[in-house]
């Protein structure tokens, strides 16, 4: 808006209300409602700002600048806050539907782990079973074996075991599980019953009755006894799962003799390895 504008528009709305104040001075019925009164009271307010724009430019003879209203201001920060609310908000949407997915992928991977191991309990209990099972069954044909067993002794037990073992010394297996089979069933309660039992267990793996021999090899290592045969007497009995496809049972009877007998002699262990190696044991 230009000075000389400034001034017409002004000259313009001074003779307007110096009409409008003679206009008054005659007497008449007041006309005018309160809608009316109100928008002349507005333009008596612009009047006076237009004024004070063309007085401001009168007397610093600098070009008017009219600044928009404070009004217009506050609803311009108004609108860029909220686009920043919107721009947040957006964000905040992003990142919350982010969290949701991980929150959903966590809970599969639990549930996951939840059934992962319930299945291996359930399959460890399994393998207890079948252990148990295998050791009642193998117990039973001992007995039945035992039963059948010809007995031939001199009715000392010293003398009894020293004969069988002179038979597996010279390599007549046959005799020697005769004997200590026969051993077994009488003298089985003796403090000579469980090693007489590993000896058992050695002559009916050597005609591959791996099944009669796991029971023997059982009996001998029941309780875990610290003998200089029963580490070899553990490794046999895992020898023998394994010939009867159990590798699980057999892995498991090799960790018992790690855990057992540490100190087991050295031919011992590395025989282990080649059984573990056979049954695929996890490293």
Do not use: H
């Not at 110096?18 to 612009?46: C, F, H, I, N, Y």
């Not at 079973?129 to 001992?142: D, L, N, P, S, Y």
């Not at 069988?164 to 003796?190: P, W």
């Amino acid at each position: 808006m230009t000075r000389k504008t400034l001034l017409a528009a002004f000259a313009a709305l001074t003779l307007s209300l110096g009409a409008a104040s003679a206009w008054s001075q005659t007497p008449m019925p007041d006309l005018l409602d309160d809608r009316s009164v109100k928008r002349l009271d507005k333009m008596e307010k612009v009047v006076r700002e237009l004024r004070s724009i063309v007085f401001q430019g009168r007397d610093s003879g600098k070009p008017v600048v009219v600044m928009p209203a404070e009004t217009e201001s506050q609803i311009q920060a108004l609108t860029d806050r909220v686009a920043d609310l919107e721009e947040t908000l957006t964000k905040l949407n992003g990142t919350n539907e982010s969290l949701t997915y991980d929150l959903e992928q966590a809970q599969k991977a639990l549930k996951a782990s939840d059934a992962s191991s319930r299945a291996l309990a359930d399959r460890l209990a399994a393998l207890e079973a079948r252990a148990t099972q295998i050791e009642t069954t193998v117990a039973g044909q001992q007995a039945a074996a035992d039963d059948t067993a010809p007995v031939e002794d001199a009715g000392d037990p010293d003398a009894d075991f020293a004969r069988a073992r002179s038979f597996m010394l010279n390599g007549d297996y046959d005799s020697a599980e005769t004997a200590f089979s026969a051993f077994v069933k009488r003298y089985g309660d003796t403090e000579k019953g469980p090693e007489a039992r590993y000896w058992l267990g050695k002559t009916l793996s050597v005609r591959g009755a791996n099944a009669e021999a796991a029971g023997a090899f059982i009996g001998a290592i029941r309780g875990w006894p610290k003998t200089a045969w029963a580490p070899d007497a553990t490794l046999e009995l895992a020898r023998s799962l394994v010939a009867l496809k159990k590798p699980a049972d057999a892995c498991q009877t090799l960790d018992e003799l790690a855990r057992r007998y540490p100190k087991a002699p050295s031919s011992v262990l590395t025989r282990a390895q080649t059984v573990r190696a056979q049954a695929k044991c996890a490293a």
